[in-house]
């Protein structure tokens, strides 16, 4: 069954995800002498040898994280056109990553943020920068450790697609989009309270 949420109901997901493998080549980070378990702020995310290990389907849309497309474009100028291609970033990688690859993000169908471990609010901020300054217009979408507690606050962040964590239950998480009626500050999808209700009238 599709873990994918979009319009407030489950639907089919036509897009792959396209993932680098593991080689055996990922370190123990540390932090003030502890194990860090997610990426820090501007950390490589692929090895080299993983983007180039990195096999794209050759057919169907395709998500496909950004250094992997930086690395691959010229072999794929022909699918970006036809609007097969996504982009996946990381909560980690500087959002300027992706701006540089594509001052103009409404020729990508599709962006995802993917996170790795919930850990901070990165991926509501990631969000509200693509939508508010960087005006996209298409699909974006939180993949990665996506749970039910937080698709309120990703679609007030400008989500609008959910791809819920493996182990929990897409149907049930539905109901969280909404969970507040009235929310008080101002949103990518709304204005403050106090310039919604007219006081004198409550």
Do not use: C
């Not at 069954?1 to 995800?17: E, F, G, P």
């Amino acid at each position: 069954m599709s873990q994918l949420i979009k319009h407030n109901t489950i639907v089919a997901d036509d897009w792959t995800r396209v993932i680098p493998p593991t080689l055996g080549d990922e370190v123990v980070r540390k932090q003030a002498g502890k194990i860090v378990l997610f990426k820090l702020h501007g950390e490589e995310t692929f090895s080299q040898a993983q983007i180039d290990a990195t096999d794209i389907p050759a057919t169907g849309k395709i998500i496909l994280p950004l250094p992997v497309w930086i690395a691959r474009k010229a072999t794929l100028g022909t699918r970006m056109a036809a609007g097969e291609i996504g982009i996946l970033v990381a909560t980690h990688e500087p959002i300027e990553h992706l701006t540089e690859a594509f001052p103009d993000l409404n020729v990508l169908p599709l962006i995802a943020v993917f996170v790795e471990r919930f850990a901070d609010g990165r991926n509501f901020t990631i969000g509200n920068w693509i939508r508010t300054r960087y005006h996209f217009k298409n699909e974006l979408r939180a993949v990665g450790d996506v749970l039910r507690d937080q698709l309120f606050f990703l679609k007030r962040s400008g989500y609008d697609s959910y791809l819920i964590r493996a182990d929990r239950n897409a149907q049930e998480a539905i109901a969280s989009l909404n969970d507040f009626k009235q929310p008080y500050q101002g949103a990518t999808d709304d204005v403050p309270v106090w310039r919604r209700l007219n006081r004198s009238q409550l």
